[in-house]
């Protein structure tokens, strides 16, 4: 194998460890995760790591592989992280919204905008009577979910996202399946009652 090929294997070991890759924004990188998915895979199965890729949708990424009963686990690379409620929140409104657009539409990418987010999320939250704290913080639940990989920031405009579809793998059917439970859930939280943690992030 060339010293070429050998980086290209390496970036793209490292640029997983990061973060999840989309075929439209890292076209090197996601050209080697296509072409050398076994071996990738292969690789990452020996620190506990397995290979997820969408080839439709275009995106990989790395999740905790499962054991069978009797094997020894590797210790957890990839940390779980607890979820605010308005996060948590945040994300099954994402979730419900491609899907009602994949029901609706033949189109491939769901643009929407921050006020679209906002006007969504503000019936789940608490006091809403300070517009400019809603927004400060709404802005901040966005830039969470855009770190996460699951929203991207359109360039040349200030308030528009597109709903990444990697995001079904996160939010899958146990989640959807909840729906009404979760959202439920957060009216109770908006009302100010008590209610269970949130969620983990995988």
């Known amino acids: 194998m060339s ?3 050998d980086f290209a294997f390496s970036r793209t070991i490292v640029t997983l460890l990061k973060n999840a890759v989309f075929k439209e924004t890292d076209h090197e990188i996601w ?14 199965n ?16 790395l ?15 990839i940390p779980r992280h607890a979820l605010s409620y308005p996060v948590s929140l945040l994300l099954v409104l994402l979730r419900k ?7 609706s539409t033949g189109d491939q990418r769901l643009i929407v905008t921050k006020q679209q987010i906002a006007e969504r999320m503000e019936l789940f939250l608490h006091d809403t009577t300070n517009e400019a704290k ?7 639940y966005i830039d969470r979910v855009e770190n996460m990989g699951f929203l991207r920031h359109l360039r040349g405009s200030e308030d528009r996202y597109e709903v990444q579809r990697i995001l079904r793998s996160f939010v899958n059917a146990e989640w959807l399946n909840r729906f009404d439970e979760r959202l439920e859930e ?6 100010g009652e008590e209610t269970q943690e949130g969620e983990s992030a995988t």
């Not at 957060?186 to 009302?191: D, G, K, P, V």
């Open 3 to 5: 010293s070429e090929t």
């Open 31 to 44: 050209d080697t995760v296509v072409s050398q998915k076994f071996k990738i895979d292969d690789y990452m």
């Open 46 to 61: 020996k620190i506990g790591l397995t290979l997820t890729i969408d080839e439709m949708d275009g995106y990989a990424y």
């Open 63 to 77: 999740r905790q592989r499962t054991y069978t009963e009797g094997e020894e686990e590797i210790p957890r690379l």
């Open 97 to 103: 919204l491609l899907l009602e657009f994949d029901s």
């Open 134 to 140: 809603v927004m400060a913080d709404i802005d901040k």
């Open 186 to 191: 957060y009216r109770r939280y908006a009302a």
